[in-house]
């Protein structure tokens, strides 16, 4: 089942927020995250909140068919909190579970409810997260006229063993496919999304994964390395001794293997784990969280973070619609952060960029001990900015605990 919930303070019933998150709200980017929760299969290894039709039973309020205008209740809440200075929405993600089990128009309506609320910027990114098995070439030319921008299909794998071992299920090419039919549509980016080091994956598993990927043309690849979440039927696959876990040399390896056929075929990784072809088409919405800037989160379970505050909806689709309905906030809890806090943060999520981290959010004892770092050949130092190597990549996670104090 889906991960719980963290602990925080209560979440007022209005929604409301404290006036220094408010503080500056017009001068600063907008971005909306739409979680749609449905799934027509769980995956062995994701512990994402999502729902297959099974799980949710007969309750009319936690299915498909209402769900955008429940969506669309919250935006309504967004923009009573929020209030008139909120400034025009940059980017827009939906992502899931599977957005387009949902038909192109209830996205649609989604994303209408977003531009008449807050209004989109000339230049926004509308992104929609996609199985390639759940939409055709119709759909896409659909969620085009609608207003997306930009499609994310889950590819995983190329290779038939590895996609059984994680349960996904789709044709042979299909997601190569999905490129092509939304690059016909007109969608200015394309990416696909890969995983790596599966139990039983080899290494030459793994290279034709990337050169299906790279065949296929998209103008966005995000490669992550599988985390075996606790509560997932794969973790239980791996506490039996069903499956054996994949070592940390092994990921390294395909993780070095993608960066070298990546790079020869014209992407530059911006982030740990994704690569793309020019500026271009990096994923904006996504650098919103690197840099810790402004999202409302729509939907179960969905987080946002406003001015220093970040909260946290309740899971269940029909509790997250009885509240809605009731004019309640579906908000679970929330934490405001420190200053502190807010420059940890910093350290850990800017470092995984490719511009890196301004050496002036470190405290002096944090950079003095960016000279060891450098001469490790973990990251390289200059024009006052921390910048990970690709060694630094492989290990980013130590090197934030090197430097933090």
Request: aromatic share 6%; glycine share 10%; hydrophobic share 40%.
């Amino acid at each position: 089942m889906p991960s719980a919930l963290p602990e925080g303070a209560p979440a007022p019933a209005d929604g409301s927020l404290p006036a220094s998150a408010l503080e500056g709200m017009g001068q600063r980017p907008l971005s909306v995250y739409l979680h749609v929760p449905f799934c027509r299969t769980r995956c062995g290894y994701c512990d994402f909140n999502t729902y297959t039709a099974t799980e949710l039973g007969p309750d009319p309020g936690a299915g498909q068919a209402g769900y955008a205008r429940t969506a669309v209740a919250e935006l309504e809440l967004a923009a009573r909190v929020l209030g008139p200075e909120a400034p025009a929405v940059s980017t827009v993600f939906v992502g899931g579970g599977t957005p387009t089990l949902l038909p192109p128009d209830d996205l649609g309506a989604m994303l209408a409810g977003v531009r008449d609320r807050f209004g989109l910027t000339d230049d926004a990114e509308v992104t929609t997260e996609s199985n390639p098995e759940s939409i055709d070439a119709a759909g896409l030319a659909r969620l085009r006229e609608l207003g997306f921008t930009r499609v994310s299909f889950g590819m995983q794998s190329a290779v038939p063993h590895v996609l059984a071992t994680l349960d996904r299920v789709h044709s042979p090419g299909r997601p190569q496919q999905a490129v092509v039919e939304a690059r016909a549509a007109g969608f200015a980016s394309t990416s696909l999304d890969l995983i790596y080091g599966t139990p039983g994956e080899s290494l030459a598993d793994w290279a034709a994964s990337l050169d299906a990927a790279i065949a296929a043309g998209p103008d966005h690849v995000s490669a992550y390395a599988l985390i075996v979440e606790e509560g997932t039927r794969l973790a239980g696959q791996v506490r039996r001794g069903e499956v054996a876990m994949t070592d940390d040399d092994d990921l390294a390896d395909k993780y070095l293997l993608a960066e070298e056929r990546l790079t020869a075929a014209g992407y530059a990784a911006y982030e740990v784990s994704n690569w793309a072809r020019g500026c271009e088409h990096r994923c904006r919405h996504n650098l919103v969280y690197w840099r810790g800037h402004d999202w409302w989160g729509v939907g179960p379970g969905a987080h946002s973070h406003v001015g220093g505050v970040r909260w946290w909806n309740v899971k269940h689709p029909a509790a997250y619609a009885a509240r809605l309905g009731g004019g309640v906030s579906p908000a679970y809890a929330r934490e405001t952060l420190t200053a502190e806090d807010r420059r940890v943060e910093r350290v850990l999520l800017e470092l995984r960029l490719s511009e890196g981290l301004e050496l002036g959010v470190l405290t002096p004892s944090e950079r003095r001990r960016v000279p060891d770092l450098v001469a490790r050949g973990l990251a390289t130092s200059a024009d006052g900015r921390l910048v990970l190597t690709l060694t630094g990549r492989l290990l980013a996670d130590g090197v934030v605990r090197d430097l933090l104090d």
